[in-house]
């Protein structure tokens, strides 16, 4: 099946500083991937949609100059905490759209973000 | 009310017996059901579609009900290794339909 990769897989970074996380899809062209979040016992809940080539739109209350997305190519989004703080800390999952059409997602394995 | 409702349980069975999850949704619009599996600390993980019919994989059935916009997964012959967070989770019909609403999730123990 289709594989979707993400790095780093955790990263503890002190407060103030931005920390990039990579969603790779592996072996299909994505021109859309999905960033969400989760927080302990709580549900993912979706940030952004990222589309190739042109910009990310961003859910309601998700601040759009703190989480930078960009998604340069085909098989390749970024996500960009910029100015972390500690409340930021959480697991966050990328994921791409299905290449057959449907509405399945398959999902990057998460990065756990630890902001001190 | 939540788009997507669950019980969160934990749901803990002894091995070998059959349980079931329901969810509930809230927008009579949406398209396409899933249900999806996380284990702790990790990615949810696709178990299976759900389709108005009903649908079996192995020991794994779901089932919806658009007139009461319910979902249920039921498991059969339960094993330990079934223990994770089952997710229900609902297709908006926002942007452009691809969004993807998930549900607190169920947690299901299974035990010897």
């Known amino acids: 099946g289709a594989v979707v990769s993400q790095h780093p897989s955790w990263v503890i970074c002190k407060s103030g500083t931005s920390v990039k996380i990579e969603c790779r899809s592996l072996?299909?062209?994505?021109?859309?991937m999905f960033w969400y979040r989760q927080f302990p016992k709580q549900s993912l809940m979706l940030m952004a949609t990222?589309?190739?080539?042109?910009?990310?739109?961003?859910e309601q209350g998700v601040e759009k100059d703190k989480f930078l997305i960009n998604h340069a190519s085909l098989t390749l989004s970024t996500l960009t905490v910029t100015s972390a703080h500690p409340e930021d800390s959480s697991f966050y999952i990328c994921?791409?759209?299905?290449?057959?059409?449907?509405?399945?997602?398959?999902f990057g394995p998460g990065t756990r973000l630890t902001v001190t | 009310r939540k788009e997507v409702e669950q019980d969160p349980g934990p749901f803990n069975v002894p091995e070998g017996a059959t349980v079931a999850f329901n969810c509930t949704y809230s927008?009579?619009?949406?398209?396409?059901f899933f249900w999806y599996r996380q284990d702790c600390r990790k990615e949810p993980k696709l178990l299976m579609s759900?389709?108005?019919s009903g649908n079996e994989d192995g020991r794994f059935t779901a089932q919806l009900n658009r007139a009461s916009q319910y979902i249920s997964l039921l498991i059969r012959d339960s094993k330990l290794s079934d223990s994770a967070t089952y997710l229900c989770?609902?297709?908006?019909?926002?942007?452009?339909?691809?969004?993807?609403?998930f549900g607190t999730g169920t947690q299901l123990k299974v035990e010897l």
């Open positions: 927008n009579s619009a949406s398209q396409s």
């Open positions: 989770v609902v297709n908006g019909v926002t942007g452009g339909g691809n969004k993807l609403t």
């Open positions: 072996d299909f062209q994505a021109t859309t």
């Open positions: 759900v389709y108005s």
């Open positions: 990222s589309n190739e080539g042109s910009k990310a739109t961003y």
């Open positions: 994921s791409a759209r299905a290449p057959r059409g449907t509405y399945e997602q398959y």
